[in-house]
C-alpha cells in the first residue's frame, strides 16, 4: 500500500463549535450522478467519532504549499486549531482552508465499518475552486510529493 501515490487532504467536520479534522489519502470520487466521493478514516480518531453522528464534512485538497499542514492532522497528538485566518466556517460550521485547491462541501449519506476503518459515503453538495496554478499535494513511499 505505501507504494500508492495518493492525493493529499484535509478532512474536517463539526458539531456546533466541536471541530476536527484529519489528513486522508484515501478519498475518492463514487458517482458523478449525484455528485458523490468515499472518504476512508480510521475509527479511533476524533473524526470517526463525529463523523458517525452523520454529520456534514469538507474535504479539502491539498496545495504543494500545505505539507506542514498535512503533517499537522496527520497526526493523532497534534493541536488542529481552526481559528487562524487560513479557515474559515460553512453555513454548517464546518471549517475549511481558505487556500484548499479544491473544496468539497459534504453530506454523509452512508457509513461503512470495515475492520479499523470507516467508509464514508457522502453527497457533494458545493465545490468551490482555487486558482488553478497551485500543484497539488501527494504522497507516495513515505513521501510528499507534487503532482503538475
Not at 22 to 38: D, K
Not at 61 to 77: I, N, R, Y
Not at 85 to 111: G, M, N, S, T
Not at 132 to 146: C, P
Request: one cysteine or more; a neutral charge; proline letters at 4%.
Amino acid at each position: 500500500m505505501r507504494n500508492l501515490i495518493a492525493g493529499v487532504t484535509v478532512v474536517t467536520t463539526a458539531a456546533g463549535r466541536k471541530a476536527t479534522g484529519m489528513t486522508a489519502t484515501s478519498v475518492s470520487s463514487l458517482s458523478a450522478s449525484p455528485p458523490s466521493l468515499l472518504v476512508c478514516a480510521n475509527q479511533s480518531g476524533s473524526f470517526a467519532a463525529l463523523i458517525k453522528e452523520g454529520r456534514p464534512f469538507c474535504v479539502n485538497v491539498l496545495s504543494s504549499s500545505h505539507v506542514e499542514l498535512a503533517k499537522t492532522f496527520g497526526s493523532a497528538d497534534a493541536n488542529k486549531n481552526f481559528d487562524g485566518p487560513e479557515w474559515l466556517r460553512d453555513h454548517d460550521d464546518v471549517p475549511y482552508l481558505v487556500e484548499a485547491k479544491v473544496r468539497f462541501h459534504c453530506k454523509a449519506f452512508q457509513i461503512f465499518p470495515v475492520a479499523t476503518h470507516l467508509i464514508v459515503a457522502g453527497t457533494v453538495e458545493e465545490v468551490e475552486f482555487a486558482a488553478s496554478s497551485l500543484k497539488a499535494l501527494a504522497y507516495s513511499d513515505g513521501r510528499f510529493t507534487t503532482v503538475a
